[in-house]
């Protein structure tokens, strides 16, 4: 909680901000930067989109129904609804003149020494940025080095051009001829088993017949709460 300062705080405060009278007066200038490409895609499909919507042929919708389904509430709402109605009654019932008045006191918080001379800072700071003056900058000219290579970069150039050399020049006739040898592993009698009983089994899945299926009924059944376990409830949200 901020405290309010003493007399003799109070007048050196009041003189760091009269010393502010020093402060320049600094004209805002307006910017209107141009979009960038990102803007204009974005806004050239938020248009293609629009357009989209307007054209659109409502005709092409199909006609639905909605199927209204009455949810009876459980206990726990039941209880919550039940809470809420006694607390607006509460409130609706309660007495204003139990209140006690109060008065409020507005507090002025003046800036400390340290809050001024940071905007005295920035202040001059801006100035200073508003007010330089590019001509004194000095014209610098780059100086671009040619780097030689050393002696393990032309070594491994000469390695690589005398492997490129001997790919060239390799003769061919020197290869020995090779036949292929092509083997054709027939399969086990575990593995023909496994893949009869799988043949076996698509074919039971394909001919399955539905009309042997029995037609079920499904009961939805919603129990509602019993008056012991209404009063049960209540007594354990009091």
Do not use: G, Y
């Given at each position: 909680m901020a405290t309010t300062p003493t007399a003799p705080e109070h007048v050196k405060l009041m003189g760091d901000i009269s010393k502010g009278a020093d402060l320049k007066h600094v004209q805002a200038v307006e910017k209107n930067p141009l979009p960038s490409q990102q803007d204009v895609v974005q806004e050239k499909a938020h248009q293609e989109f629009l357009e989209g919507v307007n054209k659109f042929d409502s005709s092409k919708l199909n006609?639905?129904?909605?199927?209204?389904?009455?949810?009876?509430?459980?206990?726990?709402?039941?209880?919550k609804e039940k809470t809420e109605n006694e607390l607006r009654e509460r409130i609706g019932s309660f007495n204003k003149s139990e209140l006690s008045h109060t008065e409020t006191v507005e507090k002025v918080v003046l800036p400390n020494q340290e809050d001024v001379q940071n905007e005295k800072q920035h202040q001059q700071?801006?100035?200073g940025v508003s007010r330089f003056d590019p001509s004194t900058l000095q014209q610098t000219q780059t100086?671009?080095?040619?780097?030689?290579?050393?002696?393990?970069?032309?070594?491994?150039a000469k390695h690589e051009q005398e492997h490129c050399d001997n790919i060239k020049k390799f003769n061919r006739r020197s290869l020995k001829r090779t036949e292929s040898i092509e083997k054709n592993i027939l399969p086990d009698a575990q593995i023909i088993q496994q893949e009869?009983?799988?043949?076996?089994?698509r074919n039971s899945i394909e001919g399955f017949s539905r009309n042997s299926l029995k037609k079920a009924?499904?009961?939805?059944?919603?129990?509602?709460?019993?008056?012991?376990?209404?009063?049960?409830e209540k007594k354990a949200k009091a």
């Open positions: 006609h639905a129904e909605t199927q209204e389904k009455v949810v009876l509430p459980d206990t726990s709402t039941i209880v700071f801006l100035d100086k671009e080095r040619i780097v030689l290579p050393d002696t393990t970069m032309l070594a491994e009869k009983q799988e043949a076996e089994m009924n499904m009961v939805e059944k919603n129990v509602l709460p019993s008056k012991a376990e209404i009063e049960t």
